[in-house]
């Protein structure tokens, strides 16, 4: 006879025993279910994050680091055809020296007078006689530089001693001839003195910046050997945008800059994007010199309107073109044949000697 007894006993016990293994079993589960919702919840979000970050930092670094360059010119692009007997001696890069004299013709040109003043109307430079003119863009850059450098120094003292050659110190194979260089000299207006131009001390300021506004320090003593004058600290040149800057960067004089462009063509150009971050190509086109004309590449736009672009003879066998290629406004390039208006307006006269 079986104890009814232990048989309850031992059934709790049986009970008891599976509850247990059921418990264990649903909280393994349960705890299992956590992980993998957790898994599903935070692994794959950080997953994508870090891929995005990733791809992120790549373009970023891309956009960044990449440097400009120029997009192929030859998809679409029209011819200008250039006069040689004018164009291949005009433009801001024309090379005027012994074995090159200037036979171009002078344009758009104007006074220094109204150049020596701030723009509240302020005398901050001066000039040995207001009868001397230059290049109008010449002179608007130069005009530009004096304000700023006057802002920086406080200085009021830079004097103009020449412009455009005339008369009888006129010479073909000065680089005065074009009208796009300028002679600097000090006028000290409280002891009455005229000292020399230095690029020392606060006029350093000249030297290290004269580039941003188009201008290059034309003939530096250590350069002697490749331009045939020795260093002549008071001259600049206006070669303008963005000659100067790429000059500035390199090193190289103006002898220096017109052989090394030769390297690059309309269907290979120099690519150079300037510290504002404007992206321009740079191109040689050599002269038809035996022809009346030389027909000059130019890119033109997806739906064909303009870019802005120049062109400049070298004074002896070609042709120097730059095309903005980042800009959106599009502005009527300048000519360099005869066809241009020489500005007939006067200059203010005085008999006084400084201004």
Known sequence: MVNPQKVKVYKYKNIAAALAVVLLIAVGISTHGNTVEKDKINKPDTSSSVADNEKKKTDTTSQTDEPFKADKLTKNYKYESVKNGTSLNNGNLVLIN??????????????VYSYLFDKSGEQIMYATSTLISGDSEMLDSFNEMGCDFTKETGLKTLMVTALLSEGEDASDTDE??????????????????????????DYAWISQNCWKYGFIYRYPAEKSDVT??????????????????????????????????????????MSFESESGTGYAVYYVRGDIDQTTTNIPVPLKEDNSEYYYSVSGNNY????????????????????????VTDESSSETSDENYY
Do not use: Q, W
């Open 228 to 269: 045939g004058v020795s260093g002549k600290i008071n001259h600049f040149r206006y070669v303008g945008v963005p000659y100067a800057e790429i000059m500035h960067n390199s090193g190289e004089t103006l002898e220096e800059f017109l052989e090394d462009v030769k390297k690059y063509s309309f269907e290979s150009p």
């Open 317 to 340: 066998d070609g042709y120097v073109v730059f095309v903005n290629l980042t800009d959106e406004i599009t502005v009527i390039p300048e000519k360099t044949d005869d066809t241009s």
């Open 98 to 111: 012994s074995e090159y004299p200037f036979t171009g013709a002078i344009g758009d040109t104007d006074g």
């Open 176 to 201: 005065n001839a074009c009208g796009r260089a300028v002679d600097l000299a000090l006028y000290d207006a409280v002891n009455g003195t005229y000292p020399e131009f230095t690029v020392e001390g």
